[in-house]
């Protein structure tokens, strides 16, 4: 059963925390030491009450505010007794965010750099990253992660919609309708095939699985064969016609 002490802690005008108990009065710069339970509550009724026991510390403030230290690790929150929010890190060092609930205060985080908030997650879950530094954004347990990208996300992302910048009309397809542009032979690409097993200027099979797909290029690149052969379509319609024209001239 762990004795019970009263106490009242104050700074006296020379600036010295003063110590009173029920049984031996004030004792001024004197190192406090007790065995068993220390509990230190505010005079005025206001402020921030101690308790020190063989579980932990804990330090509570009248507003509900409350920090606890203890085998769990360090806890921060609001009226932790009453189930809302808290922030908690354990011995080995992970950060654990309890949300309130549903008539506690919600909490958030923020991580703060040199030149400002970097990264905030609101207490509605909404995640805001102001800065990616050069080492980028990991989702995921990666066992590799190739160098040059700001984000790295393993099993997939699923979105509603995905808009791809380029870099300039120069970057897209429509060059195959420039006048000079100059339009493979069938026969060659069909050479091509044979050899290469891929249509000239798409990736092959290997290289895709060694080195992915670049959205934006490839969409190009599939524009462009799109539009290549849409013009050999054009240039076997005006054949079409011209062997029809050839014959009805044999037919009269």
């Known amino acids: 059963?762990?004795?019970?002490?009263?106490?009242?802690a104050y700074f006296t005008s020379s600036a010295?925390?003063?110590w009173s108990t029920p049984s031996t009065g004030v004792v001024s710069s004197t190192s406090l030491v007790r065995t068993g339970s220390i509990y230190l509550t505010p005079t005025t009724g206001t402020g921030y009450s101690l308790s020190m026991?063989?579980?932990?510390?804990?330090l509570m403030s009248t507003s509900g505010t409350n920090v606890a230290l203890n085998t769990?690790?360090?806890?921060v929150g609001n009226n932790i007794a009453g189930q809302q929010a808290s922030a908690v890190i354990s011995p080995s060092g992970f950060l654990t965010l309890n949300t309130a609930s549903s008539t506690g205060n919600?909490?958030?985080?923020?991580y703060n750099g040199y030149n400002g908030t970097t990264f905030t997650v609101s207490p509605t879950g909404n995640v805001t990253a102001n800065l990616i530094n050069s080492k980028g954004v990991i989702v995921g347990n990666p066992s590799s992660?190739?160098?040059?990208?700001?984000?790295?996300v393993t099993g997939g992302i699923l979105t509603e919609k995905v808009k791809v910048a380029i870099n300039g009309s120069a970057n897209w397809a429509d060059f195959v309708f420039d006048k000079d542009y100059k339009l493979k032979s069938l026969s060659s690409?069909?050479?091509?095939?044979?050899?290469?097993?891929?249509?000239?200027?798409?990736?092959?099979?290997?290289?895709?699985?060694?080195?992915?797909?670049d959205v934006a290029k490839m969409d190009a690149v599939l524009l462009q064969k799109v539009e290549e052969l849409t013009l050999y379509l054009i240039q076997l319609q005006k054949q079409n016609t011209e062997l029809a024209q050839q014959v009805e001239k044999l037919k009269k």
């Open 189 to 213: 690409i069909e050479s091509f095939i044979n050899t290469n097993k891929h249509l000239p200027d798409v990736p092959s099979a290997k290289a895709v699985s060694e080195n992915g797909v």
């Open 16 to 18: 010295q925390w003063e």
């Open 145 to 152: 992660v190739p160098i040059g990208y700001n984000l790295y």
């Open 1 to 8: 059963m762990l004795a019970l002490l009263a106490l009242g």
């Open 72 to 75: 769990s690790g360090l806890t």
């Open 106 to 110: 919600a909490i958030g985080i923020s």
């Open 53 to 58: 026991t063989n579980t932990g510390l804990n």
